[in-house]
């Protein structure tokens, strides 16, 4: 396995909190191979809270005390620029990113601008949800398929590159992962 598959298994492992080994990475072929073995290590069909949504609430707490804002004023779709003081922003980021209590967190352009998929609340929210879903998942609870397809797809956009892909497609012969 290359240096991108390396990276990629190391974000996987990262996000659900578990250990892959590499005998087992090494078996790991397709996406859905991936989907496949963090759901038998993590997976239930029993019902569960969203990792989003989790996120957009603890998103929203932190706002309200870091920007002293009310909870009515902080929604998926409400802007940053809307209630994320521009005067020292970077530094405001940090304290809401310290906050939020998220290993993970969407950076600012460098010219301290927010980028369009975080400009609003909910941006990081998918952010957080993608990046570290496991901070927002109950010690009782399972994943589930779809929630792990959607971690697993915003991993191999952010680790690979990779966009457009099916499920059954090889890493290595069909979306030339090394």
């Keep these: 396995m290359g240096l991108d598959g390396v990276e990629f298994i190391m974000a996987v492992e990262e996000a659900f909190q578990i250990a892959i080994p590499d005998e087992d990475a090494e078996r790991m072929r397709t996406p859905g191979d991936v989907v496949t073995y ?82 609003t609340v909910g941006g990081p929210a998918q952010y957080l949800a993608a990046y570290g879903p496991a901070v927002f998942q109950r010690p009782t609870e399972g994943w589930s398929r779809h929630t792990i397809e959607a971690a697993i797809t915003r991993i191999m956009r952010e680790q690979l590159g990779i966009v457009e892909f099916r499920w059954d497609q090889e890493f290595v012969r069909d979306l030339g992962v090394d």
Aim: glycine residues 6%; charged residues 30%.
């Design 38 to 119: 963090v759901f038998d290590r993590v997976g239930s069909d029993q019902g569960h809270g969203c990792a989003e949504q989790r996120a957009f609430y603890r998103l929203r707490r932190a706002s309200m005390k870091v920007f002293d804002q009310p909870r009515n004023a902080i929604r998926p779709a409400t802007r940053w620029d809307d209630i994320l003081p521009k005067r020292q922003r970077r530094h405001n980021w940090r304290l809401l990113h310290q906050a939020t209590g998220t290993p993970h967190w969407p950076r600012l352009t460098v010219l301290g601008k927010l980028p369009d998929p975080i400009a």
